[in-house]
């Protein structure tokens, strides 16, 4: 069984900075695309970011290209979002996601999601 956990959200101001994490159990991380996308209230989930298996490839959504970066931390299992320059429009709950397939933007190619962790830019 595969798990998902974010963890790193809450309030920051405009133009601040914040880190999630993404722990995941059950299988090694190394095995997975990893993904992170978003979802504000009344809002459809926006892909943010992917990376590939070895860290060797990247995409991310236009909306966050050059102020967020993802990484990850196979020998912890661990994937990471950071998110600099925020802006009140980053508000949303942030979800990561594995997939067993090729690296991807789209959600539902996405086999295993966590819980979500909520994001808030105060202006």
């Known amino acids: 069984q595969v798990q998902l956990v974010e963890s790193g959200g809450g309030l920051v101001q405009v133009g601040g900075s914040l880190r999630l994490s993404c722990v995941v159990s059950?299988?090694?991380?190394?095995?997975?695309?990893m993904g992170w996308f978003r979802q504000a209230p009344g809002k459809e989930r926006e892909f943010v970011g992917s990376m590939s298996r070895t860290g060797g490839t990247t995409y991310y959504g236009d909306s966050v290209k050059g102020r967020f970066t993802i990484s990850r931390d196979n020998a912890k299992n661990t994937a990471y979002l950071q998110m600099d320059s925020l802006k009140p429009e980053d508000t949303a709950v942030y979800y990561c996601?594995?997939?067993?397939?090729?690296?991807?933007?789209?959600?539902?190619?996405?086999?295993?999601w966590g819980q979500g962790t909520q994001v808030t830019v105060s202006s």
């Open positions: 996601a594995a997939s067993r397939g090729l690296i991807t933007t789209t959600p539902n190619s996405y086999d295993y």
């Open positions: 059950g299988r090694t991380l190394s095995m997975y695309v």
